[in-house]
């Protein structure tokens, strides 16, 4: 499989779930973010991460838990999530931090918080 | 402080006609700027981007967009719609093409009519 895939591609869960969403990119790529887009709001840009360390935390509340074990993956740990964090969460990876228009984009997942 | 408004949520056009999507921005900067297209399940993906070059940028698949400093707009262009255009646009801006500190647009949904 090539470039960036998301898993689950949906998923729904109650505000006292726990959860995870995986990213995985196929490009050689060293930096990694995670985008919120919610219905008719712009995207936010939620972390970034570069050579497996975390370079850029946008406010993003403590009940999003990100995780970069290596290059390869990110993953966004969910937990005690509010109906407003229903969303499509977008993965992006980028050869190195730099142009935004460098960054391929994954299909992204498809959350629902009930 | 940078802004970008992206005049019409949604735009219907018949096929063979031509598609004019509007974008303002507002930048304290020379920004750099960027129109991503997001088909239904799919990551976003970049049509094309100014980066302070040629004031007329064209993309892939036949877009095209010009930059207009004294209107402040960076509107999107295509002189004849396909069925395939159909899908969200998103205009982009940032302070000198770097992921931080980027703007996104809150979309236009394009529908092409047969």
């Known amino acids: 499989?090539?470039?960036?895939?998301?898993?689950?591609?949906?998923?729904?869960?109650?505000?006292t779930n726990k959860k995870s969403l995986k990213c995985e990119q196929h490009l050689g790529h060293n930096a990694m973010y995670?985008?919120?887009?919610?219905a008719k709001k712009p995207l936010e840009l939620m972390f970034v991460y570069n050579f497996k360390e975390q370079t850029e935390n946008n406010s993003v509340p403590s009940r999003f838990s990100p995780e970069c074990p290596n290059s390869s993956h990110l993953f966004l740990h969910l937990h005690t999530l509010q109906p407003e964090d229903s969303a499509l969460y977008l993965c992006a990876s980028s050869q190195d931090l730099g142009e935004v228009a460098?960054?391929?984009?994954?299909?992204?997942?498809?959350?629902?918080?009930? | 402080a940078q802004s970008v408004t992206q005049l019409d949520s949604h735009v219907?056009?018949?096929?063979?006609?031509?598609?004019?999507?509007?974008?303002n921005y507002s930048s304290s900067y020379s920004p750099s700027l960027f129109w991503y297209v997001q088909h239904?399940?799919?990551?976003?993906?970049?049509l094309?981007?100014?980066?302070?070059?040629?004031?007329?940028?064209?993309?892939?698949?036949?877009?095209e967009a010009e930059f207009k400093k004294s209107e402040t707009s960076?509107?999107?262009?295509?002189p004849s719609a396909h069925m395939?255009?159909?899908?969200?646009?998103?205009?982009?801006?940032?302070?000198?093409?770097?992921?931080?500190?980027?703007?996104?647009?809150?979309?236009?949904?394009?529908q092409v009519i047969p």
């Open chain 1, 34 to 38: 995670w985008y919120k887009q919610s």
């Open chain 1, 102 to 114: 460098t960054q391929y984009f994954g299909p992204g997942t498809r959350l629902t918080v009930l």
């Open chain 2, 12 to 23: 219907s056009v018949s096929e063979g006609t031509p598609v004019l999507l509007r974008c």
């Open chain 2, 48 to 63: 094309l981007k100014y980066t302070s070059a040629a004031t007329l940028v064209k993309g892939i698949n036949g877009f």
């Open chain 2, 74 to 78: 960076f509107h999107l262009t295509k």
């Open chain 2, 84 to 110: 395939s255009d159909a899908a969200e646009y998103f205009c982009v801006v940032t302070p000198s093409g770097g992921y931080q500190k980027v703007t996104f647009g809150t979309g236009t949904k394009l």
């Open chain 2, 40 to 46: 239904p399940n799919k990551g976003l993906q970049l």
């Open chain 1, 1 to 15: 499989e090539t470039g960036v895939t998301q898993t689950p591609r949906h998923l729904v869960m109650g505000m």
